[in-house]
């Protein structure tokens, strides 16, 4: 179990709890609960890049405590 946090640069900031098997698609769910909006319309980013929604969270080697960009579509 590992904790993410996502800020949208915006003022907001979301810390989600995941397991390192799920996709970013799982994370975009969990995080969309949390905000009231739509997971189709988040995007995650990493500096410039953008994760892919069915890549798992181990593959792109997110860890515990790390920090991702959120951005709405």
Known sequence: MLEVVLNDRLGKKVR???NEDDTIGDLKKLAAAQLGTRPEKLQIKKWYTIYKDHITLEDYEI????GLELYYQ
């Open 16 to 18: 989600v709890k995941c």
């Open 63 to 66: 860890h515990d405590g790390m």
